[in-house]
């Protein structure tokens, strides 16, 4: 990453002239709290820039699939990738974001863009999908007023879109115990989530605040009208 850095003072690096192409195995990779073994892919550096094609990885206990692009030929870095997550283990996700606040498997196809230098900015500066398939797990935070709780799910899906740092959640249909949920809403690192939940038998729960604070409260339909049309201003295509 360093060696492909941009310097203002010294100018580039003359790595970003390279050209190569090849096969790249690495048995042990750390992203932060993430770790990541038996990484394989097909790696080719064009004056800057690197893809890497069909890269596989065992990760959070399932696996990744796909093909990723960093662009260092000018600042900020670009990043692109698409791909699939088969069997992941949300309680080992929310054991990296230190709250068990999810339990169960999910499968999901991404499409991610993003550019920085930080983490803060790559998701400041974040555009992707995700499809989502989760089954047999719970959602430990939620209580639902006259159901078991924590919330079990034997099947949640949905479609996740990310923009600047901000996930919205449509077409979200959870299968629980005491029916079949219909999930939309937003969410932020800033101001937790902003979720409406209607049961099937048209009862309307609010689900808001931080993943460790959540609060669920009934809701008016008026009420879900407002937040649809507000949510529908402020995030922008």
């Given amino acids: 990453y360093r060696i492909l850095h941009l310097n203002d003072q010294q100018g580039p690096s003359p790595l970003l002239a390279l050209q190569a192409q090849g096969s790249l195995y690495v048995a042990r990779l750390e992203l932060k709290e993430v770790l990541a073994t038996q990484v394989a892919t097909r790696l080719a550096v064009d004056r800057g820039k690197l893809t890497f094609t069909a890269l596989r990885a065992q990760l959070l206990q399932g696996t990744h699939q796909g093909d990723w692009t960093m662009d260092a030929s ?112 937003t969410a932020t690192s800033d101001n937790g989530l902003d979720f409406v939940l209607m049961r099937g038998d048209e009862q309307l729960w609010n689900l808001t605040g931080m993943l460790s604070r959540l609060r669920v409260a009934p809701a008016t339909p008026a009420e879900i009208s407002r937040k649809e049309a507000s949510a529908k201003t402020d995030i922008k295509p």
């Fill in 74 to 185: 000018t600042l900020p870095l670009r990043y692109h990738g698409a791909g699939a997550l088969q069997n992941i283990s949300l309680a080992q996700l929310a054991a990296v974001m230190n709250d068990d606040w999810i339990a169960g498997n999910a499968d999901g196809n991404f499409d991610l863009e993003t550019s920085g230098a930080s983490f803060q900015e790559l998701l400041a500066n974040s555009d992707g999908k995700l499809q989502f398939v989760m089954h047999s797990g719970s959602l430990m935070h939620v209580e639902i007023p006259g159901a078991p709780g924590p919330l079990p799910v034997r099947r949640f899906t949905g479609s996740l879109r990310l923009k600047k740092g901000t996930w919205e959640l449509s077409k979200g249909k959870l299968e629980s115990r005491d029916g079949i949920y219909q999930v939309s809403g």
